[in-house]
């Protein structure tokens, strides 16, 4: 079971730190491969969705967790408040053992996970793979989700050498125009890749469309085309905040870029690719 250091759980809010503190010394797990394990209760599932559906009294003062063991899930997950997932750790290369994986789709609303408030993943893959057909692979969608997070998280969008797609590791609020709904993102130690094989790719590690707020430490965003990361683009007058630190960020159009009212801040980040104007580097 994941174990998580400081650094991480001071950047998320007070309910959520006693919570992965004691998350970190239950006795339930590891699971066995392809199997779910639901604490409180120890309740066996083999699929993500079913073992989340199952849990109907989740609250701030019974939080739950789901110990998934190693093995890949195909499966679109829709999480919950207050039910994190947490996966089987990671090998010497520093590869998670736990693969959630799902074909993009061609809506707004398409991606492999769906976050909830106050709720969260660790070491676990998320994919999002191109389908025929399909034009958006999205991994994680934040929209509307306040105090979430990542801890040894890995995104990875593909799209298709002939297809030209919107490839999205993490993302909130696409086709919403209405900035007051917002989210509350803290992603520590993660890797998201944007990766385009096509060159007319729309290719962004973290988009911030409206109204995000995210905190990113000691990660590494990567996107063979466009951007990195972009905050409040789309959305005239929206506004998202977004603060890197400790990360690896490299982009081919632009590194960083900010738009529409947003601040995005690196500090003692290593930036490879255009940093666009606006953007605060320290």
């Known amino acids: 079971m994941t174990q ?5 759980l001071d950047m998320v809010s007070p309910a959520s730190r006693d919570f992965l503190t004691s998350m970190s010394q239950q006795a339930e797990g590891p699971a066995a491969a392809n199997q779910i394990v639901v604490s409180p209760g120890g309740a066996v599932f083999t699929s993500i969705q079913a073992a989340i559906n199952s849990i109907s009294d989740a609250s701030q003062q019974k939080q ?7 093995g890949t899930y195909n499966e679109v997950i829709t999480m919950k408040p207050w039910v994190s997932l947490d996966g089987a750790g990671q090998d010497e290369h520093g590869n998670n053992y736990t693969i959630i994986s799902a074909p993009g789709g061609n809506s707004d609303s398409s991606a492999t996970v769906h976050a909830a408030s ?7 893959t998320v994919e999002s793979t191109y389908a025929s057909g399909n034009t958006m692979n999205a991994c994680i969608d934040c929209t509307g ?3 979430f997070s990542c801890y040894g998280v890995k995104a990875i969008a ?3 050498a002939s297809t030209a797609c ?3 590791p993490v993302v909130n609020n696409r086709g919403n125009v209405d900035p007051g709904t917002s989210c509350t993102v803290a992603l520590f130690d993660c890797t ?3 990766q385009a094989q096509n060159p007319r790719s729309f290719a962004i590690a973290l988009w911030s469309v409206a109204g995000g707020t995210y905190q990113v430490v000691l990660s590494t965003l990567t996107a063979t ?3 990195v990361a972009v905050g409040g683009c789309g959305n005239p007058g929206s506004g998202s905040n977004l603060l890197f630190n400790q990360c690896n960020i490299q982009g081919t159009e632009y590194c960083l870029q900010t738009a529409n009212g947003s601040t995005v801040v690196a500090m003692q980040c290593q930036l490879t690719g255009p940093v666009g104007p606006g953007v605060i580097v320290k």
């Open 118 to 124: 106050n709720s969260g993943l660790s070491a676990i």
């Open 225 to 227: 085309s466009n951007y």
């Open 145 to 147: 989700a306040t105090d």
């Open 64 to 70: 739950y967790v789901l110990f998934i063991g190693p």
């Open 166 to 168: 919107t490839i999205l």
């Open 192 to 194: 998201f890749i944007a």
């Open 4 to 8: 998580f250091p400081e650094a991480f």
């Open 158 to 160: 593909y799209d298709s």
